[in-house]
């Protein structure tokens, strides 16, 4: 009897924690909306014991974008001035480096870097000379490595100065010292090679071509050694590279030199060039700056394009002290691309105000590239001791004269 009872007892206790355990479990978890656990994985709700049919919005991955900046600069000439102003006695060779100690921290801090190299460097066998027939020694090209460039453009009315030995001799330097040039070409095979360059998986092709070779005559049936311009050429060029490429630059050898503002075939051939899909046109041989702008071209097809242009650079370096002709400007384009699109636009234009300073120093002539800004502020501060009081005057002058240019159009 009492085990008896005592089973009951127990019985019942166990079905007292049983009903408890189950109120438990119905209403652990439930919040004001009811719902209590899951089916399946999918929400269940205890009062219409249905999958709640909420909606829930996948979380979407950024755009990816990229941005890179390309430098530009004009002129790179070799009058003799400054070749001898380069020249080490002691040790018997040339160096440039200094040429670009002041500039070389807006290269190294960009992406890409272009320059038009108005020489050649057909090597010292040949005699080393400036204007009018130019040959410079190899250590340019060691300088301009260093100071960061990566493509030159070697199109120009001077690129024959030392015949078609010069042209190959000048493109195996600028390759020894990893730089990419353009405009001229070894072989046909050469020549129809695309020019392109990979930042940040921007891939830009580049083109560029001269008006012509100061009357020297490329040798026969060898065109492809200096890209002259033709406009059918060129818009089989530029519809070549254009299906490779993100972005397409042209370096164009025209206009009038030492006239501030380009001449009408200039603003013609732009308008061309960007319809036919150029996007950046770099402009050199005026020696002095011409403006810049971007221009919007109806295709054929009706749609519009935009391209940026910049008429003519300027000098970067050489020995012309005039007034206009003693400057240049360092062009700063940033391009961004949203690979989430597949868009790609100039998202920003600037430029560095740049004037060649000659001074005497250690019993020679010296050149060196200043950012103008830059040292205005420094002279104020007495931080430069090689520049004097005419050198300052002069750097506000280029200054104003630039930035007064530049901002006309």
């Known amino acids: 009897m009492i085990l008896e009872k005592k089973i009951r007892i127990n019985l019942f206790v166990l079905a007292m924690l049983v009903l408890v355990a189950a109120v438990t479990m119905l209403t652990a978890g439930c919040g004001t909306d009811g719902i209590i656990g899951k089916i399946d994985g999918e929400p269940y709700d205890t009062i219409g014991s249905e999958i709640s049919n909420e909606v829930v919005e996948p ?3 950024p755009d990816i974008v990229k941005t890179i900046t390309i ?4 002129d790179i000439m070799g009058h003799m001035p400054q070749v001898n102003a380069a020249y080490i006695k002691d040790e018997r060779k040339y160096d440039f480096t200094d040429n670009f100690a002041e500039v070389r921290y807006v290269f190294v801090s960009s992406d890409i870097v272009v320059g038009n190299l108005e020489t050649t460097l057909a090597g010292p066998d040949r005699g080393f000379s400036g204007y009018p027939m130019f040959n410079t020694p190899d250590e340019l090209a060691g300088a301009l490595a260093w100071a960061g460039f990566d493509v030159l453009s070697t199109a120009n009315n001077h690129s024959l100065d030392r015949g ?11 390759k020894q010292h990893d730089l990419l040039t353009v405009g001229t070409a070894s072989s046909e095979e050469d020549r129809d090679s695309s020019k392109i360059m990979s930042r940040e998986g921007i891939n830009v092709g580049f083109l560029a071509y001269t008006y012509g070779t100061n009357g020297i005559p ?8 200096v890209n002259l311009i033709d406009e059918e050429l060129i818009a089989n060029d530029i519809a070549k590279i254009r299906t490779k490429v993100d972005l397409v630059v042209v370096s164009m050898h025209w206009g009038n030199e030492y006239q501030r ?4 075939s200039q603003e013609e051939l732009a308008r061309k060039l960007i319809g036919w899909g150029a996007d950046i046109i770099l402009g050199s041989h005026p020696h002095v700056v011409q403006p810049m702008e971007f221009i919007e071209v109806i295709q054929e097809d009706g749609e519009a394009r935009t391209g940026f242009v910049i008429y003519s650079l300027g000098n970067f370096i050489s020995n012309q002290r005039d007034r206009y002709r003693d400057s240049g400007v360092i062009l700063q384009i940033d391009v961004e691309k949203n690979f989430t699109s597949n868009k790609l636009e100039i998202s920003e234009v600037n430029y560095i105000s740049t004037w060649v300073h000659k001074y005497y120093f250690n019993n020679k002539w010296n050149y060196r590239i200043l950012p103008t800004e830059d040292f205005i502020v420094q002279y104020s501060l007495g931080e430069d001791k090689l520049l004097v009081e005419d050198d300052y005057h002069r750097l506000i002058e280029v200054w104003n004269d630039t930035n007064k240019h530049l901002g006309q159009r």
């Open 59 to 61: 979380l979407l991955e």
């Open 71 to 74: 430098a530009a600069v004009g």
């Open 164 to 174: 078609e030995s010069g042209v190959l001799r000048t493109l195996e330097v600028l």
């Open 218 to 225: 490329i040798p026969m049936g060898k065109d492809y050694l």
């Open 261 to 264: 503002e380009p001449n009408a």
